[in-house]
């Protein structure tokens, strides 16, 4: 069965200091991975969205960027953390080429200070 | 601009009544579009999908319908339960099925 993982749970940074969030799925292949953010009693944010190693689409300008270095890999970044980029960071896949429903991580609660 | 939007106001009903939420989308062709439930401090859980050419799905006590005339769903929850209390929240693909872009999400309260 597939599952996603996504760690840390919560996050505790300064304000300037760098950001690295991970989020690896297991038990597909080529799936299409979303990283997502909520900030709170909000809905969810769509930042990135990857179809492929190395295939990042981005939807919102900000201080974040994404990467995939493999195909059930996901990682989240910043160089430098703004208080503004606290929240709750959800990771999460679906199937490719017909419509399927998305499974999300467990989420970080990152809180900038 | 692109939007979806539910009430962002909490749907307050009775135990046992129907609740029924609404998601409205702006400059969207979806092909399919998605309801999820989401408890506090963790990640949206899928309940049903509804394609563009289909005008009602159901599962359960879970009534989705989906008219893009209106650009508008909507979402049932029949005899709902205090348990049924969450947020909700409706979902948007494209036709390539690789972007998904979730509304706002409304919170429901079942009360005893």
């Known amino acids: 069965s597939q599952t996603i993982h996504q760690w840390p749970a919560t996050l505790v940074q300064p304000v300037g200091s760098p950001l690295s969030l991970e989020c690896t799925v297991e038990?597909?292949?080529?799936?299409?991975l979303y990283w997502y953010r909520q900030a709170a009693g909000r809905g969810l944010q769509l930042l990135f969205y990857?179809?492929?190693?190395?295939?990042i689409s981005s939807e919102v300008p900000q201080n974040l960027s994404a990467s995939r270095p493999q195909d059930r890999q996901f990682i989240l970044s910043s160089k430098k953390l703004l208080l503004s980029d606290s929240g709750f960071y959800l990771c999460?896949?679906?199937?490719?080429?017909?419509?399927?429903?998305?499974?999300f991580g467990q989420g970080t609660r990152l809180t900038v200070v | 601009s692109q939007k979806i939007e539910q009430n962002s106001e909490a749907l307050n009903i009775q135990e046992g009544k129907t609740a029924t939420l609404t998601c409205n989308y702006t400059?969207?062709?979806?092909?399919?579009l998605q309801w999820y439930r989401q408890d506090p401090g963790r990640g949206p859980v899928f309940l049903l999908l509804?394609?563009?050419?289909?005008k009602e799905k159901r599962k359960e006590r879970l009534k989705v319908t989906f008219d893009t005339t209106l650009k508008q769903s909507l979402f049932h929850i029949t005899a709902s339960q205090p348990a049924d209390s969450a947020t909700y929240l409706c979902?948007?693909?494209?036709?390539?099925?690789?972007?998904?872009?979730f509304g706002t999400g409304t919170r429901l309260l079942v009360s005893p």
């Open positions: 999460a896949w679906s199937g490719q080429g017909s419509p399927t429903e998305a499974f």
């Open positions: 038990g597909t292949s080529n799936p299409n």
């Open positions: 990857s179809v492929g190693i190395g295939q």
């Open positions: 400059n969207y062709s979806p092909a399919y």
């Open positions: 509804i394609r563009e050419n289909e």
């Open positions: 979902a948007l693909t494209n036709t390539g099925f690789q972007k998904l872009v």
